[in-house]
């Protein structure tokens, strides 16, 4: 299938504008809180974090939860009846998802800020109701779908995953409490492979099936290598979350070595698809799906040294920061870079006239300052865990927050443009 044909009748399917932008919206406002939580954490509280309550955790959910989820309920709810030609289920649904979810998330990143646990189980439980329901829609929507399987197979899977982090957890949030659980840090290993790994990266994979080829007008990737992304990463998964809950070295060990060819198998699809495209300059935000993409190799092999029994402090946290701030998060940023700019130009003609050009709608210069800052933060912040060393890591906490000061800008200018771009229309309507 030619990726144009995507966009068939994509026009009939866009949401409210106001819709997927609640989400994304959210996401930049909680990308930059978590930067400033990190500061205030400082590099003292960053060096030597293996877990536990405390800003540190507060600001990682403001990313997992406030950043990556958010973006992709903002995404999915609009590119999967795109992709699926199937309505993802009524408006007051999806609103509704919003109303339990962003709230939650603020109180749940509170209660784990101040340790109060009330915050904490309240703001979990929203995020937790949120999430399912969105689980829900997405997976009613997949039910009847039988073509697509790069799409519809790692969309099951982040399902799946979703269920089993919400319910470690929860176990994780209510064992700060009653302590029950027999091993807290194997849990959580477990809970941030499904996480990460599962609910986000086979959501990433997922999507990359169509938005890849789409954004840069490449081939589109074979159902086959679609379908053998999937089997892997599923048979990955299920071994690293197991290996990881029961402390199995050699299971996760598996698990990882199952990843990394996954991940082969669905890299190698991309690069096909990216040499095969029409236009021949790539645009600036596939700068930062390249650091994406040379980051989610390197973060499963350094998944093998707290697998394989190296202290957790700083190999189990090099590792976790490869995951969410170097893979997960640069993936994110980019398609977010795309996405805004690309909806507000579907809706610019709604009001008759020319449609805006995506080039006039996405300002280079706060895109070209999040790129350098956040690459800078990913290396500094790595060789800060790794070297214990305070100064390089404040620099790249420093960074990292004018990275998500400037990826703030773009949003707010992509948003200012579209609405000018707008306001002229119905000014010409009205004269008209
Ligand atoms: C509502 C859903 C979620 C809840 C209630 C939750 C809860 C928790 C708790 C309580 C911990 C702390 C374990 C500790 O350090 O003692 C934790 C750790 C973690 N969570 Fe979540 N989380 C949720 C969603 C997510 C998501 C969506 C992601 C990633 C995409 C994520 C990634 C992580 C990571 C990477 C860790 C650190 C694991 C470690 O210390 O080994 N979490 N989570």
Not at 172 to 177: A, G, M, R, S
Not at 304 to 309: D, M, R, W, Y
Not at 378 to 388: H, K, P, Q, R, W
Request: proline share 5%.
């Amino acid at each position: 299938m030619f990726p144009g044909s995507f966009m068939m009748g994509a026009k009939d399917r866009l949401l409210p504008p106001s819709i997927p932008y609640r989400f994304f919206v959210a996401a930049v406002a909680f990308h930059l809180l978590a930067w400033i939580l990190l500061l205030a954490a400082g590099a003292e509280g960053v060096i030597g974090f293996v877990g536990g309550q405390g800003l540190v955790l507060a600001a990682l959910h403001l990313i997992t939860l406030g950043t990556l989820a958010m973006t992709a309920m903002g995404a999915g709810i609009q590119l999967l009846p795109v992709a699926t030609r199937r309505p993802l289920g009524p408006i007051w649904a999806i609103k509704l998802m919003f109303i339990l979810y962003a709230p939650g998330v603020a109180l749940f990143a509170i209660g784990l800020a101040t340790g109060l646990a009330g915050f904490q189980h309240g703001g979990a439980g929203l995020a937790v109701a949120g999430l399912m329901l969105f689980a829900v829609l997405v997976g009613a929507n997949l039910r009847k779908v039988n073509d697509l399987p790069g799409v519809t197979l790692h969309a099951g899977l982040a399902v799946v995953s979703l269920v089993g982090l919400a319910v470690l957890g929860l176990l994780l949030v209510i064992d700060f409490t009653k302590g029950f659980l027999p091993d807290h840090g194997a849990m959580a290993a477990a809970h941030a492979v499904l996480a990460g790994y599962g609910f986000m990266g086979m959501l990433a994979l997922g999507f990359s099936y169509v938005l890849i080829p789409m954004f840069v007008l490449g081939s589109a990737v074979p159902d086959q290598v679609g379908r053998r992304s999937a089997a892997l990463s599923a048979a990955g998964l299920v071994c690293g979350a197991a290996g990881s809950a029961m402390g199995l070295a050699p299971l996760t060990v598996l698990g990882i070595v199952l990843g990394l060819v996954a991940c082969g198998v669905y890299l190698r699809g991309m690069a096909a698809s990216v040499k095969s495209r029409m236009k021949k300059r790539l645009e600036p935000f596939f700068r930062m799906v390249w650091v994406a993409w040379a980051l989610l190799p390197v973060s499963l092999v350094a998944g093998l040294a707290p697998a394989l029994g190296a202290p957790a402090d700083p190999w189990a946290s090099l590792w976790g920061f490869l995951l969410v701030f170097g893979w997960l998060l640069s993936f994110v940023t980019a398609i977010l870079q795309r996405i805004m700019p690309f909806l507000a130009s579907m809706h610019s003609s709604a009001l008759g006239g020319k449609p805006a050009l995506l080039s006039h709608l996405a300002p280079k210069l706060p895109a070209d300052i999040h790129l350098a800052c956040h690459s800078a933060a990913l290396f500094l912040i790595a060789a800060g865990m790794v070297g214990g060393w305070v100064w390089p890591l404040r620099l790249g906490l420093i960074a990292g927050l004018a990275g998500a000061i400037s990826f703030g800008v773009y949003t707010f200018m992509v948003l200012r443009r579209y609405r000018s771009h707008m306001a002229a229309a119905a000014a010409a309507n009205h004269e008209g």
